[in-house]
């Protein structure tokens, strides 16, 4: 049985030698803040002292990204980049993250600098005992059309695929890394958040639930509220919720029953 739980922080001391973390960044044409972004992030790890790894997937940007990247990871050999020769989707970018993860946890957040890596602090001690702690957005800084467009999403994933949570679309997710590589993650674009999610939940996993804050984006131009982008989750939902129940119902009827 899947449980949903909500805290908004922990006072529980953190032994940074239980786990190691993969840190991974999906990034398209988000060459005004990637650096700021990337070396924050490396040097706020640096100081934890624990075993990690940053991952930024360049999902086929056509500005400077690329190359600010490269030049950037002659200088930081914790970094790793992983490119997609042409625009993919924030799906795919994620799924090619976690692919290439090597630790034993796997983080994903935002390049575009609207969250602090600080805030994953308190999220690591809970996974010790929970399969997966999501971020939810506190005072979330996006125009009142895109606010409105997630209320009605998470409305549409929870009738749909049973999935409810306060924020199905935070890019703030910390989750154990042999789950998503026990996973066939199958969307390719925006639907990816709850696909992994009612995967896990089918799995019975359990789930904490954390505020984050959200700060203002200083840069590049975001795609969530794209007509393209969210036809494309419209029609992902629609196709893969259909799949995805007749598996279950195959699953089922081939389950010997028992009396």
Request: aromatic share 10%.
């Amino acid at each position: 049985m899947h449980t949903f739980e909500t805290s908004t922080e922990t006072k529980q001391p953190y032994d940074w030698e239980q786990h190691s973390l993969s840190i991974i960044l999906p990034a398209y044409n988000e060459e005004e803040v990637i650096i700021g972004t990337v070396r924050t992030v490396l040097q706020t790890l640096e100081s934890w002292q624990l075993d990690y790894e940053v991952i930024v997937v360049n999902d086929g940007s056509s500005d400077r990204t690329g190359p600010l990247l490269t030049e950037l990871a002659t200088q930081a050999p914790r970094l790793r980049i992983v490119t997609h020769p042409t625009n993919k989707g924030y799906g795919a970018a994620l799924i090619s993250g976690f692919a290439s993860a090597t630790k034993e946890l796997s983080f994903f957040m935002d390049s575009d600098g609207q969250f602090s890596i600080d805030e994953l602090y308190p999220f690591l001690p809970f996974m010790a005992n929970y399969d997966a702690v999501i971020g939810y957005r506190l005072q979330r800084q996006d125009p009142w059309i895109r606010k409105l467009n997630a209320w009605g999403w998470k409305q549409v994933v929870a009738l749909v695929l049973g999935v409810r949570v306060r924020d199905i679309d935070c890019a703030f997710k910390l989750y154990h890394t042999d789950f998503m590589h026990r996973q066939q993650l199958e969307t390719q674009g925006a639907m990816i958040n709850a696909e992994i999610l009612y995967k896990l939940q089918r799995e019975g996993g359990r789930i904490k639930q954390i505020g984050v804050h959200h700060l203002p984006r200083q840069g590049g131009k975001a795609t969530g509220a794209n007509i393209k982008v969210i036809l494309r989750a419209f029609q992902e939902l629609l196709v893969f919720s259909r799949k995805w129940r007749s598996q279950v119902s195959q699953h089922l009827s081939a389950t010997p029953s028992r009396r």
